[in-house]
């Protein structure tokens, strides 16, 4: 297996793959099967007390193409240890789960994606397991902490408003409380930030988006300490979840190009980013690239890159927004990321359409408000099409 030490688009090729593999294939076989033999007795002990390399003996606890992908993830992320899941809520689910019990507290901050956060007030409160909602930066954190609390859970950048979490600062507020810190690093992904270098216990990533980056899989990743994540797996072989061999194969396949791609989507994004700014049909703009982004300096300081998602308000109303994007002809309208394809989506009218226009705004959702995931298709076209449509708002 190729060292971790080489360049971040050598390791998304070669790492974490055995070169000789049984059959000597290029590409990683998928290993569709859900138990395994053992040839007799002693063999089945010899696994047991491991002392031969199997992934598992059933298909609930692993499965040797999912075990490369995690290896794969291990290189690029800086981590001792990774586990895959069916989806990153599930990820997520499990860890949570895993740490917290019967009277624990956890620290959230506010704009997290929303579905962890209504595992927190639908879920969790039934086990008596608190939470409270504090805003994205060390010093609400801090203030959030109570002598029960057992784990923050935060975005860096958060969604929508990609705000940018000062790592440094979290991770000495987390020790000296002796909480668990877990990061959903989903929009920034291992080539732009690796919070696990920062001290960080627990890194997630939907590999739905970046890693994935051709929306055809859905799954998530828990990455860390050894031993964090061995307390994890336990549970995960209770409950299932793991990301299955074909989804597997297409990660393994994704991650091949992932740092071609989001090269391409960290530049196109600044460059778009700066191109809304500057026009006259664009109330504001979030992107932590830009000087005018509250967290800029701290991006600025522990990020590589500012990611390939854009947040902007429109000079207009929640028809007017619809318009606007509707006339687009590139982005196409869906609630993801991290894709190969541009997708744009107005938040009010998809992750929070079940809400009032009061209950929207309460939590900081306005009508027109637009999120904006870039592809890998060229620049220019992008600000052609979104030049063209503003010219009409």
């Known amino acids: 297996m190729i060292d971790n030490n080489k360049g971040f688009s050598t ?50 606890y692993g499965n040797p193409t999912m075990a490369v992908a995690q290896n794969k993830l291990k290189a690029l992320d800086n981590a001792e240890s990774c586990l895959l899941f069916a989806s990153g809520m599930t990820a997520i689910c499990t860890a949570i789960l895993s740490f917290c019990k019967h009277g624990s507290h956890i620290v959230i901050t506010n704009d997290s994606y929303r579905r962890t956060r209504q595992f927190l007030l639908q879920v969790l409160g039934k086990f008596g397991i608190e939470h409270s909602f504090v805003e ?14 057992r ?7 958060t969604n929508p408003y990609l705000r940018v979490i000062d790592l440094e600062a979290v991770v000495a507020i987390c020790k000296k409380n002796k909480i668990k810190s877990m990061i959903d690093s989903t929009f920034a992904t291992p080539l732009n930030q690796r919070p696990l270098d920062f001290g960080i216990d627990l890194v997630v990533h939907s ?50 190009t992932f740092a071609l791609r989001m090269k391409q989507q960290n530049e196109s994004s600044m460059k778009i980013s700066q191109f809304l700014e500057s026009h006259d049909k664009v109330e504001r703009v979030w992107y932590p690239g830009l000087e005018s982004h509250p967290d800029h300096k701290i991006a600025k300081a522990q990020m590589f890159g500012f990611g390939g998602v854009i947040s902007f308000k429109i000079k207009s109303d929640l028809e007017g927004t619809s318009k606007f994007i509707d006339r687009l002809s590139i982005p196409q309208i869906a609630p993801s990321l991290g894709g190969v394809e541009s997708l744009i989506e107005q938040p009010a009218l998809m992750s929070y359409y079940d809400l009032t226009k009061e209950e929207r705004q309460n939590v900081g959702i306005y009508n027109n408000l637009v999120r ?8 220019d076209d992008l600000i052609s099409d979104l030049e063209k449509s503003l010219s009409q708002v």
């Open 11 to 60: 390791l998304s090729v070669h790492g974490g793959e055995e070169r000789n593999n049984e059959h000597f294939p290029l590409t990683t076989p998928i290993y569709q099967t859900a138990t395994y033999t053992f040839e007799n007795t002693a063999s089945l002990h010899d696994f047991f007390q491991g002392k031969t390399p199997r992934v598992a003996e059933y298909g609930r």
């Open 372 to 379: 904006f995931a870039v592809g890998i298709e060229d620049t």
């Open 136 to 149: 994205p930066s060390a010093q609400a954190i801090e203030k959030g902490i109570k002598k029960n609390t």
């Open 151 to 157: 784990l923050l859970i935060s975005e860096s950048p």
């Open 207 to 256: 590999v739905t988006k970046y890693l994935g980056g051709h929306n055809d899989i859905l799954g998530g990743a828990l990455l860390g300490k050894a031993h964090l994540i061995d307390a994890i797996k336990e549970l995960q072989s209770i409950m299932g979840g793991l990301l299955d061999p074909n989804a597997s194969y297409l990660l393994i396949r994704g991650l091949k």
